[in-house]
């Protein structure tokens, strides 16, 4: 995806999320788009971090943690 399709990709999810998630939908109406784009962007990048973070080919589970870790 370019940054040039990142507004209707956001709009697009937005139609589809903002009904289903009526407490996003007022964070976003209260703090705008600009934060929710913010918000997203970092989940994006925390998801890339915990994938890479771990050994090649190595398969999290659901959590996110290596087994037997506890913090």
């Known amino acids: 995806m370019s940054p040039a399709d990142v507004p209707a990709a956001l709009e697009t999810l937005w139609r589809t999320v903002g009904p289903r998630m009526p407490d996003l939908a007022a964070s976003v109406r ?6 929710a784009a913010a918000e997203l962007l970092a ?3 925390r998801q890339t971090s915990s994938r890479t973070s771990a050994e090649p080919g190595a398969v999290l589970p659901a959590g996110g943690r290596e087994s037997g870790r506890r913090d």
């Open 30 to 35: 209260r703090r705008g788009p600009r934060w």
């Open 43 to 45: 989940a994006m990048d």
